[in-house]
Structure formats: C-alpha cells, structure tokens
C-alpha cells in the first residue's frame, strides 16, 4: 500500500486546521505523528482515514483518489480519539457487532484479538463497566481484529499500563513485519522513537520536519 497527501489543507470556518500538508506512506513502515494538542494531528489522521474530506489537496491510495474513487481506504483499522462500544453488551459482542458488518473474520479471529490487547473474550463484563484501560483496550483490539494493511491509532497507549503498552508494542512490530503501514501519534517522544521508522513533526497544522529513526 502507499499513500501519498498531496497538498492537502483543511478550512474549518476562518481557521486554517491543515496547512498544505505533504507526505507519502509505505507499506511495511511505521509512521509516528508528533506535536501539541492543536497541532492538527487527529485531523490529518481522521481525513487518512476518509472521515473528513481536504477543502483543497487530494489524498492517494495506491494510486486512487480518497473520497473520489472510494469513500474509506480498503482493509483498514482505526482508533481516532475516545473509542465508542455499546455499553449495554460485552467487549466480545462489541467486536461481534462490529465485525459482522464486513464478515470477514469469525469468532476465534475476535477471540484472538481481544486476547493480543489483554482482554479476556469470555468476560461477560459490559462496556458501561470497564475501566479506561480497559476501553482502550477494546478500541484498540476494534482496530486491528480484521487484520488491516493499514492502521491508524491516536494516542494508542492512552490509559494504559506498562505491561498492556508492552503488548501493544509487540502487535505493531508484528502487523510491520507482516508488511502493514501503520500511522501513529503519541505525547510521548520516547515510544514514538521506540516505534516508528520515520516521524513527522507538527505544528500549528503544518508539517514542520520529518525525521528517520535508528533502530
């Protein structure tokens, strides 16, 4: 998969949220977003993701144009902000619900995912009940249970332990290896460091530098 941003700048009113952002995307690489609340991180990772379209600029996915040619990029995860589950049904029959949309995974792929995060697919605990980690947790496990090629995760390790971010570590490296693009933002630098191949800086909506990591 590669994706290319092309010039893209978003208009919310009078407020310039993105400012002529450029940047291209590879398969296999993990991508770290860094920079302030305000910077217009969630929001370029949100119009990645198709759900808020560019007031000037083009997105490309593999050659097609995002919101043109199709509405959300294929085969894709993500975790933008706080996860939204029904609170009244359990993480397992979140997932369930989520996952019949597209069916393309039965019920041990859930299983399997909830375990990956720390959860466990027989507890009947509702989503009302969990606690922030918790929830986290499930978004997180929403994200990557149908085995995307692209992943998308906005201050993924939010509300976590140290052990659940170990983990979490762990599922990236191993999505990476299987040849996933993966886009991440994080406040803290040393985990974006620890992770990404390459990270953008951001800053006041505009791609301020981009740097090369040493693993």
Known sequence: ???????????????????????????????????????????????????IL???GRIMIDGKILGKDFS????????????????GYSGFDNLKMLTDIQQKVDDTAIAEALRKVGLDPEEKK????????MKQKLG???????????IV?????????EGSVERLR??????????ALILLSSHDTEELKYLSDVIFYMENG???EIKETVS
């Not at 590669?2 to 952002?21: C, D, P, R, S, Y």
């Not at 085969?75 to 996860?83: F, R, S, W």
């Not at 762990?170 to 040849?179: D, H, N, R, S």
């Open 126 to 133: 509702k989503y009302k009940k969990y606690s922030l980690g």
């Open 72 to 87: 959300f990029p294929p085969n894709a995860g993500a975790l933008i902000e706080t996860p939204g589950f029904l609170g």
């Open 153 to 161: 995760l906005d201050e993924p390790t939010n509300a976590l332990d």
């Open 1 to 51: 998969m590669q994706i290319k941003v092309e010039n893209v700048t978003k208009k919310i009113g009078q407020a310039m949220v993105l400012n002529q952002i450029n940047m291209e995307l590879e398969s296999g690489t993990i991508y770290g977003l860094k920079g302030k609340n305000g910077s217009g991180k969630t929001m370029l990772m949100r119009m990645v993701c198709g759900l």
């Open 54 to 56: 560019p007031t000037h």
């Open 206 to 208: 505009c791609l301020k």
């Open 140 to 150: 997180i496990a929403a994200a990557i249970v149908e085995d995307p090629e692209l």
């Open 170 to 179: 762990k599922i990236l490296l191993e999505f990476k290896e299987k040849g």
